[in-house]
T-cell receptor, first 117, second 114 residues
Framework: AQKVTQAQTEISVVEKEDVTLDCVYETRDTTYYLFWYKQPPSGELVFLIRRNSFDEQNEISGRYSWNFQKSTSSFNFTITASQVVDSAVYFCALSEGLNNAGNMLTFGGGTRLMVKP | GAVVSQHPSRVICKSGTSVKIECRSLDFQATTMFWYRQFPKQSLMLMATSNEGSKATYEQGVEKDKFLINHASLTLSTLTVTSAHPEDSSFYIC??????????FGPGTRLTVT
């Protein structure tokens, strides 16, 4: 069975600080996808990144970066120089099997990030 | 990019009534749609997988007779909450799988049962 754990339920930082959101996953499949989504107060999920299990390269997109480590089953997300607009709930998610990113997603519990001015 | 809509975005109904929520893929065909439920300050939990032209597959613990899912066309899936009760109040989110197996989420429907 698949499982995603986000140990940090809430994080509070001051603007311009860097912050890392942790994600640890469990799966029996060798082929899977990992995702990060942002959920602002409006509720709509905003897609941030998708990573397949064969690609362990770290990725950077502007102030966002992701560190995928299969050895520790982790897919951590770092926001550099955080801004108030980054305040939201962030979800890590896993999709298993068949090299298919469109299968059902198992979500972690989410991390509520509060960035204070 | 692909767009998924949900209607209504927000609904308030009285206990005992039924509510229908629509999920539409606006610019692509989706053979598979998923329905998730999110209680306040909690994560999203999959309720069911909806396949066009066949019966939905429900997750353990989800009552199929209470949450009726119909996926009658490649662009529309509906979730009907029958005989709604206050404990059904939640945020319902659908997602649709596109032809390249990407998954796109709708904006969600906030249901409040009084």
């Amino acid at each position: 069975a698949q499982k995603v754990t986000q140990a940090q339920t809430e994080i509070s930082v001051v603007e311009k600080e860097d912050v890392t959101l942790d994600c640890v996953y469990e799966t029996r499949d060798t082929t899977y996808y990992l995702f990060w989504y942002k959920q602002p107060p409006s509720g709509e999920l905003v897609f941030l990144i998708r990573r397949n299990s064969f690609d362990e390269q770290n990725e950077i997109s502007g102030r966002y970066s992701w560190n995928f480590q299969k050895s520790t089953s982790s897919f951590n997300f770092t926001i550099t120089a955080s801004q108030v607009v980054d305040s939201a709930v962030y979800f890590c998610a896993l999709s298993e099997g068949l090299n298919n990113a469109g299968n059902m997603l198992t979500f972690g519990g989410g991390t509520r990030l509060m960035v204070k001015p | 990019g692909a767009v998924v809509s949900q209607h209504p975005s927000r609904v308030i109904c009285k206990s005992g009534t039924s509510v229908k929520i629509e999920c539409r893929s606006l610019d692509f065909q989706a053979t598979t749609m998923f329905w998730y439920r999110q209680f306040p300050k909690q994560s999203l939990m999959l309720m069911a997988t909806s396949n066009e032209g066949s019966k939905a597959t429900y997750e353990q613990g989800v009552e199929k007779d209470k949450f009726l899912i119909n996926h009658a066309s490649l662009t529309l899936s509906t979730l009907t909450v029958t005989s709604a009760h206050p404990e059904d109040s939640s945020f319902y989110i659908c997602s649709a799988r596109g032809i390249r197996s990407e998954q796109y989420f709708g904006p969600g429907t906030r249901l409040t049962v009084t």
